[in-house]
């Protein structure tokens, strides 16, 4: 049917023409009214939203407005907001650090005890639902220029094979010549190893050792030192001083990077609390967490507690016991895009990644094997050198395990972005990358969220470093794998670049957080303000559709089981798919992933069967859809896999 605009519409439409006529004959700005005045008619026309969907912006309440850092969809259908201290270093320096649960039925906040600085951690979700938070932020950053006391990694070294010792905040460590430099943080020492030989049973005593961030007492350059030394440590005696004692190299007043913790967290969804485990054995800020097919989860990556990016030193967390284990060694740069492979302990990285680390170590794109911790080098993607802040997207169905780049910027603040999009088929025998479609422009901070419908729904970003210049890009867009295409979508109102995060809701509505602009200004003379307002877009798929629906199945299945759901609508239902909800970071998000299920219609049912690999199927809930043969997804049912 052809759309008839209401009388208020038709009004609408002829005032801003004749706006538009007043405007030749009167001023510039009568033209910009105009415009804006038409463009809202525009926009909010029916067969526009039917064609391209619509945009609605959410005002946070004042008390529960935050820098969002962070955002997960919870298996109770909530929104998990994550600050910490939101980039806002007086925040961070005054011990307040934010969350926020965000119900987008009910449109209800609820502010929850956020007990560490979570700035900035690695998350992901767990078998049971509840979400892993491991690392965050000890130290800001501190550049060039504004470092004001000289300081470094102190190595502590512990001698006694008999006993471990605890060093507090503060603690004073004093070099041959009297320079003293004081610990920022806590440190604990484990005992020295001893080993005997079972043939001349001699005993060997290995020393061994910690590091602690250290910084001089004063302000001024007399703090600086570039030779090696050997320091006591103040207020021991006896055997103590000469078993404890520090080792440093070089401590100046170079650039001070960000500096990890290795506290980790679960947050219960149910609860809406926040529950201490056990600790990682290296502190971490710019970390991945990306779960495995057993349920564990692999930590990887992120800057140490002296600022350096973790050398390779990878950890595994088991939800069962809550404690930490080695796993194999591998350096990546921060934040890097892992994907969990069919068929075997196999990660993918896409090369997508949020910066820190050198340009030539750890970039290139590869299938690795935790087995055998063997790397394989997937080549053939353009512009190599473009990957920061890209974003990267396990595409679906699942099972065709096809992992897509979009965007980029180059290393650090590089001016450097590109539309560049390549698409890895990791079922081939040699896999590489083939170039996909351009995105309309260079982009860098994309989001990407995968919808029930096959599509992949990508929206912001900036053309350069943190929207530098005013370069945030008000577009959006659905790729279709099927035809290798993009078509346009209504343009967002709220530019989006670092620090922003993307999520599917379950009713096939995708909500949209954070930005954190570098200026305010197309110049870069005003600094930038963080973007707390959280836009909704709705699809096109809900715009005058009537959408299948699903109800009674059970909420609980088993990997090659199968359930059945009562519907009337099971003529018209074409696909099922498990869509794993997102938890997302700097447009990192290695949690979404969509399942296709088989499907048996019955007369008032359909059946659904679950694939048995759990690599493909990792336990945990996941939000079922159905879609008839218009692509028109029903609502999201919760349904837990095990």
Request: hydrophobic share 35%; aromatic share 10%.
């Amino acid at each position: 049917m052809r759309y008839r605009p209401s009388r208020r519409s038709r009004t609408t439409a002829q005032a801003a023409v004749a706006f538009m006529v007043l405007a030749g004959l009167n001023a510039p700005a009568v033209i910009g009214f105009a415009e804006a005045k038409y463009h809202a008619y525009e926009i909010n026309r029916p067969g526009y939203k039917a064609a391209y969907g619509h945009w609605d912006v959410v005002d946070l309440p004042a008390e529960y407005q935050l820098n969002s850092i962070h955002a997960t969809l919870l298996p109770t259908g909530k929104v998990l907001l994550i600050a910490g201290s939101g980039n806002n270093i007086k925040l961070f320096k005054g011990g307040s650090f934010k969350s926020t649960v965000w119900d987008p039925v009910k449109n209800t906040f609820r502010k929850i005890a956020t007990p560490k600085d979570m700035f900035c951690a690695g998350h992901t979700q767990l078998p049971d639902g509840k979400l892993l938070i491991a690392g965050g932020t000890a130290r800001y950053e501190v550049l060039n220029g504004d470092v004001k006391r000289a300081g470094g990694a102190m190595l502590v070294k512990n001698e006694d094979p008999d006993h471990a010792r605890s060093f507090p905040k503060g603690t004073v460590f004093v070099s041959p010549g009297g320079k003293k430099y004081v610990a920022q943080f806590p440190v604990r020492v484990p005992a020295a190893k001893k080993r005997a030989d079972k043939k001349t049973r001699k005993v060997t005593v290995t020393a061994n050792q910690a590091r602690v961030y250290v910084e001089a007492p004063e302000d001024g350059t007399q703090g600086i030192t570039n030779t090696s030394a050997q320091y006591e440590i103040k207020g021991l005696k006896g055997k103590d001083r000469d078993n404890f004692y520090g080792l440093a190299n070089k401590l100046g007043m170079d650039k001070k990077d960000f500096q990890g913790i290795r506290e980790a967290y679960e947050f219960d969804p149910w609860t809406e609390k926040y529950v201490k485990v056990d600790p990682m054995s290296e502190a971490r800020w710019y970390p991945t967490l990306v779960s495995l097919a057993d349920g564990k989860v692999l930590a990887v990556s992120g800057l140490d507690d002296i600022g350096q990016v973790v050398p390779g030193k990878n950890e595994l967390f088991d939800p069962e016991t809550k404690k930490w284990s080695k796993a194999p060694t591998r350096y990546f740069p921060t934040y890097p895009s892992l994907f969990l492979l069919q068929g075997g302990d196999r990660v993918f990285y896409s090369g997508s990644n949020a910066g820190y680390g050198p340009a030539d170590d750890g970039r290139v794109p590869g299938v690795w094997d935790l087995k055998t911790n063997r790397f394989t080098q997937v080549p053939g993607l353009r512009d190599p050198d473009i990957l920061e802040t890209s974003s990267s997207v396990l595409l679906p169905p699942a099972q065709n395990q096809k992992v897509m780049v979009l965007g980029g910027g180059g290393v650090g603040e590089s001016k450097k972005s590109t539309a560049r999009t390549a698409i890895a088929n990791l079922k081939d025998a040699k896999p590489h990358y083939a170039s996909g479609p351009e995105l309309p422009e260079p982009t860098r901070y994309l989001n990407s969220v995968i919808m029930p419908d096959d599509t992949v729904f990508t929206t912001g970003g900036s053309r350069d470093y943190r929207g530098r210049s005013a370069s945030n890009i008000l577009k959006a867009q659905f790729y279709n794998p099927a035809t290798n295409t993009f078509t346009p979508a209504a343009a967002p109102t709220v530019g989006r670049n670092y620090h922003t995060e993307a999520l599917l809701l379950p009713d096939g509505r995708v909500a949209v957080f954070g930005s954190d602009s570098l200026f305010g200004d197309k110049d870069n003379t005003t600094p930038g303000v963080f973007e707390q307002r959280v836009e909704v877009y709705t699809p096109p798929y809900l715009y005058g559709a009537t959408r299948p629906e699903i109800h009674g199945g059970p909420s609980k299945v088993a990997r090659g089981g199968s359930a059945t759901f009562t519907t009337a609508s099971a003529s018209r239902i074409r696909t099922a798919r498990l869509i794993h909800p997102g938890s997302a970071t700097h447009v990192t998000d290695v949690d979404q992933r969509s399942v296709a299920l088989d499907i048996k219609p019955g007369k008032d049912s359909i059946t659904v069967t679950v694939p048995e690999n759990s690599s493909l199927v990792p336990s945990g809930w996941y939000l079922l859809y159905v879609t008839d043969k218009h692509r028109t997804p029903s609502k999201g049912v919760w349904v837990r896999i095990r």
